[in-house]
């Protein structure tokens, strides 16, 4: 069963404006992380945040958790054509043993 | 350069057939993972081993089925008993412990097709 939403599933803007995408998870997690998806190519680690931090900084990246709503947010700043892509969140949680638990994505795609 | 390879990238079979995915990384990793990943969607968990000789079943795990007898590799075997098995097929690794968890690294995929 899929822990992590991603909202929304699909984000158009233009270049040089932000992009914000949301994630949604179920239960206690261990951190929480956002990959990002070129089309038809395997995912790439952005950042890692948790679950007793509440926002993180790489680059242009901002993330963001909140813990007693269960989500996450990943802000892009001053987006490039180049950020086009689909996005992950993955919650990691142990439950025995350590596992991860993706979301649906969203597709971001930035308009040059 | 190190890193996670997975081979063939594209590989087709014939129905009833098995057929093979490789998987190998130089990472030093212990935990491997194998994810599904159907077009528009996101990735599901098939089987993931955390340490040499041992495995778990993920969340999909029908029809399918993984070896893991050197921490370098973990193979994914596509049974004939999966009746749905065209997919993107992905293989990740990440090394254990560390405080807090630590990050998968990521194959390119094998985009496995049914013929």
Not at chain 1, 57 to 65: C, E, F, I, P, Y
Not at chain 2, 8 to 26: A, D, H
Not at chain 2, 76 to 87: D, E, G, I, W
Request: with cysteine; glycine share 10%.
């Amino acid at each position: 069963s899929q822990q992590g939403e991603e909202d929304p599933q699909a984000l158009s803007i233009q270049e040089g404006e932000n992009a914000t995408m949301n994630c949604s998870y179920k239960t206690s997690i261990n951190n929480l992380q956002w990959y990002r998806q070129n089309s038809g190519r395997g995912l790439v680690h952005l950042i890692l945040i948790r679950s007793n931090e509440r926002e993180k900084h790489s680059g242009r990246l901002r993330v963001t958790l909140d813990t007693s709503k269960k989500s996450s947010s990943l802000l892009i700043t001053a987006s490039r054509a180049a950020d086009t892509a689909s996005y992950f969140c993955a919650t990691a949680y142990t439950s025995g043993t350590y596992k991860y638990i993706f979301g649906t994505g969203t597709r971001l795609k930035v308009l040059a | 350069d190190g890193g996670i390879t997975q081979s063939p990238k594209y590989l087709f079979r014939k129905e009833g057939q098995n057929v093979t995915l490789s998987c190998e990384q130089n990472l030093n990793h212990d935990a491997m993972y194998w994810y599904r990943q159907d077009p528009g969607q996101g990735l599901r968990l098939i089987y993931y081993s955390q340490i040499v000789n041992d495995f778990q079943k993920g969340d999909i795990a029908e029809g399918y089925s993984v070896s893991r007898e050197k921490k370098e590799s973990f193979p994914l075997t596509v049974t004939s008993a999966q009746k749905n098995p065209t997919a993107f097929y992905l293989c990740a690794s990440r090394m254990t412990g560390g405080a807090g968890g630590t990050e998968a690294f990521f194959g390119q995929g094998t985009r496995l097709t049914v013929v």
